[in-house]
């Protein structure tokens, strides 16, 4: 399949792949994405990764001290700032439950004004709201908010879609990004 149909698939006319891997005892991570367009849209990337097609379009960052959640959140934020001048309806693709789960959870947040239940502020409040934010002005350009499409982490590689195999893609670079710094 061609990778420019794939978004059409899903509703979009672009498809941000977004994953992420921590070392837990230093809490160094590995951010990366892939955005992948219904044309052509070359994606400003500060930091490659790769050569080949393999790899070809992704783009990698270290985090410091994080754990899987807040590295996936701000995953998310830093490959949105990428692509920021990306004007077309856009979905992000990623196995990260509270990520994907946010516009659910959206309504709630905002009412509680991003505090648990004992009022304290959570931790990742700010980037949820930036999330929000992104999502409003998507909204206001295209029409249509930012999606969110979960996928299931590290499937049987016979049971994988056209999408979960780009997605693999990224894990992999990711996974082995992550090796090489610690």
């Known amino acids: 399949m061609t990778l420019s149909l794939l978004p059409a698939q899903y509703g979009y006319k672009a498809l941000l792949l977004i994953d992420g891997s921590v070392h837990p005892p230093s809490k160094m991570g590995v951010a990366g994405y892939r955005l992948i367009t219904d ?13 080949g097609e393999l790899f070809y ?3 990698i960052k270290s985090f410091q001290n994080t754990s899987s959640t807040h590295l ?9 700032d990428q692509v920021t001048h990306y004007s077309g309806a856009l979905a992000i693709v990623s196995d990260c439950q509270t990520l994907c789960q946010l516009p659910l959870r959206r309504a709630r947040l905002e009412a509680g ?9 959570l931790a990742l409040s700010e980037a949820y709201q930036k999330l929000f934010s992104y999502s409003d002005r998507l909204l206001e350009k295209t029409g249509q908010p930012l ?30 990004e992550l090796r090489l710094l610690i």
């Open 57 to 59: 379009g992704l783009c």
């Open 147 to 176: 999606g969110f499409i979960q996928l299931k982490g590290h499937s049987k590689v016979s049971d994988r879609n056209s999408l979960q195999i780009e997605f693999a893609k990224l894990d992999q670079a990711v996974r082995k």
């Open 72 to 80: 996936e959140i701000n995953g998310a934020l830093w490959a949105l």
């Open 113 to 121: 004004q991003f505090c648990n239940q004992h009022g304290q502020l």
């Open 39 to 51: 044309g052509y849209y070359e994606a400003y990337c500060d930091i490659g990764y790769g050569q």
